[in-house]
T-cell receptor, first 117, second 113 residues
Framework: AQTVTQSQPEMSVQEAETVTLSCTYD???????LFWYKQPPSRQMILVIR??????QNATENRFSVNFQKAAKSFSLKISDSQLGDAAMYFC??????????????FGRGTQLTVWP | EAQVTQNPRYLITVTGKKLTVTCSQN?????MSWYRQDPGLGLRQIYY???????DKGDVPEGYKVSRKEKRNFPLILESPSPNQTSLYFC????????????FGSGTQLSVL
Protein backbone atom coordinates (compact mmCIF):
# COMPACT_ATOMS: atom_id res chain seq x y z
CA ALA A 1 0.00 0.00 0.00
CA GLN A 2 1.03 3.52 -0.62
CA THR A 3 2.29 5.37 2.44
CA VAL A 4 2.20 9.08 3.14
CA THR A 5 4.50 10.49 5.80
CA GLN A 6 4.18 13.80 7.57
CA SER A 7 7.22 14.04 9.79
CA GLN A 8 6.11 17.14 11.72
CA PRO A 9 3.29 16.38 14.17
CA GLU A 10 3.22 20.05 15.20
CA MET A 11 4.36 23.32 13.71
CA SER A 12 3.94 26.93 14.72
CA VAL A 13 4.30 30.23 12.92
CA GLN A 14 3.96 33.89 13.70
CA GLU A 15 1.16 35.74 12.01
CA ALA A 16 2.26 37.20 8.62
CA GLU A 17 5.25 34.86 8.44
CA THR A 18 5.78 31.89 6.14
CA VAL A 19 5.68 28.25 7.15
CA THR A 20 6.35 25.04 5.25
CA LEU A 21 4.76 21.70 6.06
CA SER A 22 6.52 18.57 4.87
CA CYS A 23 5.10 15.49 3.21
CA THR A 24 6.77 12.51 1.59
CA TYR A 25 5.13 9.51 -0.01
CA ASP A 26 6.03 6.11 -1.28
CA UNK A 27 4.73 4.82 -4.58
CA UNK A 28 5.74 2.83 -7.63
CA UNK A 29 3.15 4.53 -9.82
CA UNK A 30 4.00 7.21 -12.33
CA UNK A 31 0.58 8.84 -12.49
CA UNK A 32 -1.09 10.04 -9.32
CA UNK A 33 -2.47 13.05 -7.51
CA LEU A 34 -1.46 14.75 -4.31
CA PHE A 35 -3.56 16.90 -2.03
CA TRP A 36 -3.36 19.02 1.07
CA TYR A 37 -6.46 19.15 3.26
CA LYS A 38 -7.10 21.50 6.14
CA GLN A 39 -9.16 20.52 9.18
CA PRO A 40 -10.00 23.42 11.50
CA PRO A 41 -11.52 22.86 14.96
CA SER A 42 -14.94 22.62 13.29
CA ARG A 43 -13.72 19.19 11.98
CA GLN A 44 -14.71 20.07 8.43
CA MET A 45 -12.27 18.73 5.82
CA ILE A 46 -11.33 21.48 3.38
CA LEU A 47 -9.30 20.96 0.22
CA VAL A 48 -6.45 23.46 0.18
CA ILE A 49 -4.53 22.54 -2.95
CA ARG A 50 -3.96 19.65 -5.35
CA UNK A 51 -1.23 18.61 -7.75
CA UNK A 52 -1.21 16.24 -10.69
CA UNK A 53 2.01 14.24 -10.81
CA UNK A 54 2.37 14.69 -14.57
CA UNK A 55 2.53 18.45 -14.18
CA UNK A 56 5.98 19.82 -13.47
CA GLN A 57 4.64 23.22 -12.49
CA ASN A 58 3.93 23.59 -8.81
CA ALA A 59 0.32 24.33 -7.90
CA THR A 60 -0.58 27.59 -6.18
CA GLU A 61 -3.78 28.85 -4.60
CA ASN A 62 -3.48 32.39 -3.32
CA ARG A 63 -1.22 32.22 -0.22
CA PHE A 64 -0.79 28.46 -0.52
CA SER A 65 1.76 26.83 -2.77
CA VAL A 66 3.46 23.48 -3.03
CA ASN A 67 6.96 22.32 -3.77
CA PHE A 68 6.49 19.09 -5.69
CA GLN A 69 9.64 17.04 -6.16
CA LYS A 70 8.59 13.93 -8.04
CA ALA A 71 11.95 12.18 -8.02
CA ALA A 72 12.31 12.73 -4.29
CA LYS A 73 8.63 11.88 -3.70
CA SER A 74 8.20 15.04 -1.72
CA PHE A 75 5.19 17.36 -1.60
CA SER A 76 5.56 20.25 0.84
CA LEU A 77 3.00 22.98 1.49
CA LYS A 78 4.08 26.59 1.90
CA ILE A 79 1.74 29.03 3.57
CA SER A 80 2.72 32.65 3.03
CA ASP A 81 1.54 35.61 5.07
CA SER A 82 0.07 33.26 7.69
CA GLN A 83 -3.23 34.27 9.22
CA LEU A 84 -4.91 33.24 12.47
CA GLY A 85 -7.52 31.41 10.42
CA ASP A 86 -4.83 29.12 9.02
CA ALA A 87 -4.53 27.39 12.38
CA ALA A 88 -5.68 23.84 11.80
CA MET A 89 -4.64 20.25 11.30
CA TYR A 90 -3.21 19.76 7.82
CA PHE A 91 -3.28 16.43 6.05
CA CYS A 92 -1.31 15.39 3.03
CA UNK A 93 -3.02 12.80 0.81
CA UNK A 94 -2.20 10.61 -2.18
CA UNK A 95 -4.52 9.22 -4.83
CA UNK A 96 -3.51 6.72 -7.49
CA UNK A 97 -4.67 7.01 -11.05
CA UNK A 98 -5.21 3.43 -12.13
CA UNK A 99 -5.59 -0.15 -11.11
CA UNK A 100 -5.98 -1.11 -7.50
CA UNK A 101 -5.33 2.38 -6.18
CA UNK A 102 -7.90 4.13 -8.38
CA UNK A 103 -10.51 4.36 -5.65
CA UNK A 104 -8.13 4.80 -2.76
CA UNK A 105 -7.05 7.93 -0.95
CA UNK A 106 -4.14 7.63 1.46
CA PHE A 107 -3.64 10.21 4.17
CA GLY A 108 -0.67 11.18 6.29
CA ARG A 109 -1.02 11.45 10.04
CA GLY A 110 -1.36 15.20 10.00
CA THR A 111 0.50 18.30 11.12
CA GLN A 112 -1.11 20.54 13.71
CA LEU A 113 -0.37 24.16 12.79
CA THR A 114 -0.55 26.88 15.43
CA VAL A 115 -0.50 30.53 14.37
CA TRP A 116 0.67 33.05 16.97
CA PRO A 117 -0.55 36.66 16.87
CA GLU B 1 -26.63 23.44 -1.99
CA ALA B 2 -24.18 20.69 -2.91
CA GLN B 3 -23.44 18.66 0.17
CA VAL B 4 -22.74 15.36 1.84
CA THR B 5 -25.00 14.76 4.81
CA GLN B 6 -24.03 12.43 7.61
CA ASN B 7 -26.20 11.46 10.53
CA PRO B 8 -25.93 11.44 13.43
CA ARG B 9 -23.16 13.92 14.28
CA TYR B 10 -22.63 12.38 17.69
CA LEU B 11 -23.46 8.88 18.88
CA ILE B 12 -22.80 7.06 22.12
CA THR B 13 -23.60 3.38 22.19
CA VAL B 14 -22.69 0.17 23.99
CA THR B 15 -20.68 -2.79 22.86
CA GLY B 16 -22.58 -5.15 20.60
CA LYS B 17 -25.54 -2.92 19.77
CA LYS B 18 -25.88 -2.69 16.00
CA LEU B 19 -25.82 0.79 14.56
CA THR B 20 -25.93 2.53 11.19
CA VAL B 21 -24.39 5.84 10.24
CA THR B 22 -26.13 7.30 7.23
CA CYS B 23 -24.52 9.22 4.41
CA SER B 24 -26.29 10.92 1.55
CA GLN B 25 -25.04 13.18 -1.24
CA ASN B 26 -27.05 15.35 -3.63
CA UNK B 27 -24.43 15.81 -6.36
CA UNK B 28 -25.06 12.64 -8.36
CA UNK B 29 -21.53 11.47 -7.56
CA UNK B 30 -20.54 7.96 -8.57
CA UNK B 31 -17.82 7.57 -5.96
CA MET B 32 -18.43 7.46 -2.20
CA SER B 33 -16.16 6.49 0.64
CA TRP B 34 -15.91 6.13 4.41
CA TYR B 35 -12.94 7.10 6.59
CA ARG B 36 -12.18 6.95 10.25
CA GLN B 37 -9.97 9.49 11.96
CA ASP B 38 -8.02 8.67 15.10
CA PRO B 39 -5.53 10.91 16.94
CA GLY B 40 -2.03 10.41 15.63
CA LEU B 41 -3.18 8.14 12.81
CA GLY B 42 -4.78 10.55 10.37
CA LEU B 43 -7.66 9.35 8.23
CA ARG B 44 -7.87 5.75 7.15
CA GLN B 45 -10.18 4.44 4.50
CA ILE B 46 -12.74 1.86 5.58
CA TYR B 47 -14.73 1.13 2.41
CA TYR B 48 -15.38 2.82 -0.87
CA UNK B 49 -17.81 2.48 -3.75
CA UNK B 50 -17.13 3.37 -7.36
CA UNK B 51 -20.83 3.13 -8.26
CA UNK B 52 -24.14 1.50 -7.34
CA UNK B 53 -23.74 -2.10 -6.18
CA UNK B 54 -19.92 -1.82 -6.37
CA UNK B 55 -18.04 -1.68 -3.07
CA ASP B 56 -14.43 -2.40 -2.10
CA LYS B 57 -12.42 -2.61 1.06
CA GLY B 58 -10.08 0.11 2.16
CA ASP B 59 -7.33 -0.18 4.76
CA VAL B 60 -9.45 -0.93 7.84
CA PRO B 61 -12.66 -2.74 6.81
CA GLU B 62 -12.83 -5.22 9.72
CA GLY B 63 -15.96 -4.80 11.79
CA TYR B 64 -17.76 -2.66 9.22
CA LYS B 65 -20.25 -3.25 6.44
CA VAL B 66 -21.50 -0.97 3.70
CA SER B 67 -24.08 -1.11 0.97
CA ARG B 68 -24.72 0.97 -2.13
CA LYS B 69 -28.22 0.26 -3.32
CA GLU B 70 -28.82 3.80 -4.51
CA LYS B 71 -26.42 6.29 -5.97
CA ARG B 72 -27.02 8.95 -3.34
CA ASN B 73 -26.76 6.80 -0.19
CA PHE B 74 -23.84 4.93 1.31
CA PRO B 75 -24.58 3.82 4.89
CA LEU B 76 -21.92 2.48 7.23
CA ILE B 77 -23.05 -0.42 9.38
CA LEU B 78 -21.45 -1.65 12.58
CA GLU B 79 -23.05 -5.01 13.29
CA SER B 80 -21.44 -5.47 16.69
CA PRO B 81 -19.57 -2.32 17.71
CA SER B 82 -16.57 -2.61 19.99
CA PRO B 83 -14.68 0.08 21.96
CA ASN B 84 -11.85 0.10 19.40
CA GLN B 85 -14.33 1.48 16.89
CA THR B 86 -14.65 4.65 18.92
CA SER B 87 -13.58 7.22 16.38
CA LEU B 88 -14.51 10.18 14.21
CA TYR B 89 -16.05 8.99 10.95
CA PHE B 90 -16.25 10.83 7.66
CA CYS B 91 -18.19 10.08 4.55
CA UNK B 92 -17.06 11.62 1.26
CA UNK B 93 -18.08 11.65 -2.38
CA UNK B 94 -16.76 12.84 -5.72
CA UNK B 95 -17.18 12.38 -9.42
CA UNK B 96 -15.08 9.67 -11.03
CA UNK B 97 -13.19 12.26 -13.03
CA UNK B 98 -9.47 11.88 -12.61
CA UNK B 99 -9.04 14.64 -10.12
CA UNK B 100 -12.60 15.09 -8.95
CA UNK B 101 -12.82 17.14 -5.80
CA UNK B 102 -13.69 15.10 -2.73
CA UNK B 103 -16.65 16.46 -0.77
CA PHE B 104 -16.68 15.51 2.90
CA GLY B 105 -19.56 15.23 5.30
CA SER B 106 -19.39 16.97 8.68
CA GLY B 107 -18.29 13.86 10.52
CA THR B 108 -19.82 11.50 13.08
CA GLN B 109 -18.17 11.19 16.48
CA LEU B 110 -18.87 7.68 17.71
CA SER B 111 -18.19 6.44 21.22
CA VAL B 112 -18.61 2.75 22.00
CA LEU B 113 -18.70 2.01 25.72
Amino acid sequence: AQTVTQSQPEMSVQEAETVTLSCTYDTSESDYYLFWYKQPPSRQMILVIRQEAYKQQNATENRFSVNFQKAAKSFSLKISDSQLGDAAMYFCAYKGDRGSTLGRLYFGRGTQLTVWP
Amino acid sequence: EAQVTQNPRYLITVTGKKLTVTCSQNMNHEYMSWYRQDPGLGLRQIYYSMNVEVTDKGDVPEGYKVSRKEKRNFPLILESPSPNQTSLYFCASRTTGQIGKLFFGSGTQLSVL
